[in-house]
């Protein structure tokens, strides 16, 4: 889902104080209409945001990208500084009030993935281009429509419109309408903005710490991603963490005709099968020993996961294949198990670059979708294991001409994790907070995730901070986010900015 390679971390955590007593949460159609005067200037500010280049992987694009955040909250009256990082700084706006009791931490997300501007339907993936549909066909319009009526299925295209400055900007703006209404929140507010989530993170754990006095809080929102995928307002409780690995199968030094030496030099692709072969069964479930050890689903966790309104037989239909992994009997169930993907795979050439050759190495790339009971330390012991008892020397290095004379088969396995799961009970304090702001919002009852299958580096506040968290999702789920012509719908967008001004005027519920 995202490279891991080392990147800047930038975190903005902002405070703002309020009184308990004075906090009583807008009526829906309050937030509707506070929503629709500041339309304008909300898209206004999404536009100019999403002109800002946030590549990763680039520390000029994180630099710009950086001093917009400043200057945004500085203007909405922030005192900040800034704390030292492995990469870009650490930044911590702060505005108090006296009297506040508790405080909130919120997760936001900036970086975006690299672009390819040639696989996008418009000139530049960092100037947004405002679409409507029109016989089956995105088509661009004039931003100047956004002044008349507006239509919710028109879409914002740009890179990260979704993932994640849209939710960035529905934040701000909610703050924006709070101030507005006149609404203190009864507790204080604190937030981080990572500038390398899709790099995984490499330095928030010890940024968070390092700096974990000023990170204090009571419960952790994350205001990032798209709902469930029937549309309603969703909460997710955790997430799956994340390890990749690398396996490399030596064979020759260099290349060999195989002609000449077929049947006599081995060939790296072929054990590499045989290992990766040997890792799953025919239908799907790892067969690694003490691979799923330790994962217990309670009974009150399988009825959350029932509740879930997944339509099974529509998501074959629309991904294209007939019979799932028999890991869980169900979509979320399966969710709430470690699994082993093969994400790449390399050996040799193909197309019409093949030629008649051995090999010199074949390699696999790996990465396993953690949950909260598993030590990713453990999951690659067993891994390792599993591959010695096939009979390979497994090597943290590349062979040496002495590891060649002395083993005849060789791999080197290398790994790293960016951060475990994480899971929050479904009656914390976020968790009733959020899904109570929720049902006053949509009147009706949020869908409830116990475990969202891709990762979010929340578990570094979560187990540091010793806090509670919950995910909220505010953008389409069709958005395209890390592909070409990602988008935001404009309804989606404005109908985050209401969830935000929800969830934020909701007095904390124990």
Do not use: C
């Amino acid at each position: 889902m995202r490279m891991l390679t080392s990147m800047p971390f930038l975190a903005v955590s902002i405070v703002l104080t309020v009184r308990a007593d004075a906090a009583t949460p807008l009526s829906p159609k309050q937030i509707a209409a506070a929503t629709d005067a500041a339309t304008p200037r909300a898209l206004a500010l999404f536009k100019r945001y999403l002109a800002i280049p946030n590549d990763s992987q680039k520390p000029d694009h994180i630099k710009k990208l950086t001093e917009w955040i400043e200057e945004e909250f500085r203007a909405r009256g922030f005192q900040l500084r800034r704390f030292a990082t492995e990469a870009n700084p650490l930044v911590f706006a702060e505005r108090r009030q006296p009297g506040a009791k508790r405080t909130v931490l919120v997760y936001l997300q900036a970086d975006g993935q690299p672009v390819d501007p040639a696989a996008w339907d418009q000139p530049d993936p960092y100037r947004a281009v405002l679409k409507r549909r029109d016989s089956g066909r995105w088509r661009a319009i004039p931003w100047t429509k956004l002044g008349g009526r507006i239509d919710p299925d028109w879409r914002t295209f740009a890179r990260s419109a979704s993932d994640s400055k849209g939710p960035n900007v529905q934040f701000l703006v909610a703050l924006d309408i709070l101030e507005a209404e006149g609404v203190r929140p009864d507790y204080n507010l604190k937030v981080v903005v990572d500038t390398e989530e899709e790099l995984g993170s490499p330095h928030l754990a010890s940024a968070v710490k390092r700096h974990r006095k000023r990170l204090a809080a009571d419960l952790l929102y994350i205001f990032d991603g798209p709902p469930h995928a029937s549309g309603r307002p969703t909460l997710s409780f955790g997430a799956r963490g994340i390890t990749t690995a690398t396996l490399d199968v030596y064979g020759p030094k260099v290349p060999q005709h195989s002609g000449h030496y077929g049947n006599y030099v081995p060939n790296p692709a072929f054990h590499l099968a045989r290992i990766l072969g040997t890792m799953k069964t025919q239908d799907g479930r790892v067969a690694i020993t003490g691979f799923y050890d330790g994962i217990r689903i309670p009974t009150p966790a399988r009825g959350y996961l029932d509740d879930v309104p997944d339509d099974e037989p529509a998501i074959r239909a629309k991904i294209g294949f007939s019979r799932p992994d028999a890991v869980g009997d169900s979509l979320q169930l399966a969710l709430q198990y470690p699994s082993l993907n093969i994400r790449g795979l390399r050996a040799g050439w193909v197309g019409k670059q093949a030629r008649t050759i051995i090999p010199a190495t074949a390699t696999a790339e790996l990465d396993i979708r953690l949950v909260k009971e598993n030590d990713p330390k453990r999951l690659l012991r067993l891994i390792r294991q599993h591959i010695e008892r096939l009979g390979y020397t497994v090597l943290d290095r590349a062979p040496t001409d002495a590891d060649r004379r002395r083993h005849p088969y060789l791999v080197r396995m290398t790994a790293e994790t960016s951060y475990v799961a994480y899971r929050s009970p479904f009656d914390s304090v976020a968790g009733k907070t959020a899904a109570a702001a929720l049902t006053h919002l949509n009147r009706r009852p949020p869908i409830r995730i116990r475990t969202m299958g891709g990762s979010v580096p929340i578990s570094p506040f979560v187990d540091t901070l010793g806090v509670p968290a919950v995910a909220i999702a505010t953008v389409n789920p069709d958005n395209n986010q890390h592909s070409p012509n990602e988008n935001l719908r404009v309804g989606d967008f404005l109908k985050g900015i209401q969830t935000i001004v929800a969830v934020l005027a909701t007095p904390l519920i124990d």
